[in-house]
Every structure is written in structure tokens, then in C-alpha cells.
């Protein structure tokens, strides 16, 4: 199991933007894929990124594609979500998750507390 703390999170402008941040602790963090979900009121959990072990594979849900990047630092045992050009629409609360490549969240064993992000029109 790893354990993950996302921050980041708060209240800004459609058009802002925001960086998300996810520090893992536990076993090895190069041992898993690192997924970020997201779950607005009244909807299930969707999939909106998945970088891979090493950092050089990446996949997004369609609309975040060119608006949202997913990085990691290995060293620093931290997966990033840079999103820019917000829009109300991205309004959720986003979660961190250590698993498997994919986009289901059944991939994925290890989850964060999450962290609220909102946007304001």
C-alpha cells in the first residue's frame, strides 16, 4: 500500500489555472502507475489522467486533453496536475490514485482524501 496526500486545491476564475499535487509515502512510487480522478456533485468518479511508471507515457480524458498536463518527479515521490484554462465545468473534487495503467478506477488501490477544486464563471 502507499498513501497519498493530495494539495493544491482551491477557488479560482474560468480561465485560471491550478496545480495539484500528490506526495506519496510507502512502498516504492516507481512501482506504480499514478492516476488523477475527479467526482462532481450528483455524478460517479471519472478517469482524467494516468502517467506511467517512468513518466514518459501519459493519457488523458478527452476534455482536459490541451488544457490539463500530468507530470511526476520520481525523486520527490510526487505526481503533479498542472490544469490551465479552467473551466466551471471542471468543478470536483480530484483524486490521487497508485495502481495500474489505465483509466478505471478499479486499477487503482490507493487513493487520497482528495482536494476541491471550484470554478467560478
Known amino acids: 500500500q502507499v498513501q497519498l496526500v493530495e494539495s493544491g486545491g482551491g477557488l479560482v476564475q474560468a480561465g485560471g489555472s491550478l496545480r495539484l499535487s500528490c506526495a506519496a509515502s510507502?512502498?516504492?512510487?516507481?512501482?506504480?502507475?499514478m492516476g488523477w480522478f475527479r467526482q462532481a456533485p450528483g455524478k460517479e468518479r471519472e478517469f482524467v489522467a494516468v502517467?506511467?511508471?517512468?513518466?514518459?507515457?501519459?493519457s488523458y480524458l478527452d476534455s482536459v486533453k490541451g488544457r490539463f498536463t500530468i507530470s511526476r518527479d520520481n525523486a520527490k515521490n510526487t505526481v503533479y496536475l498542472q490544469m490551465n484554462s479552467l473551466k466551471p465545468e471542471d468543478t470536483a473534487v480530484y483524486y490521487c490514485?497508485?495502481?495500474?495503467?489505465?483509466?478505471?478506477?478499479?486499477?487503482?488501490?490507493?487513493w487520497g482524501q482528495g482536494t476541491q477544486v471550484t470554478v467560478s464563471s
Open positions: 502517467i506511467g511508471r517512468l513518466g514518459t507515457l501519459t
Open positions: 490514485a497508485a495502481g495500474s495503467w489505465g483509466s478505471k478506477s478499479n486499477l487503482f488501490g490507493s
Open positions: 510507502g512502498r516504492a512510487f516507481t512501482t506504480y502507475a
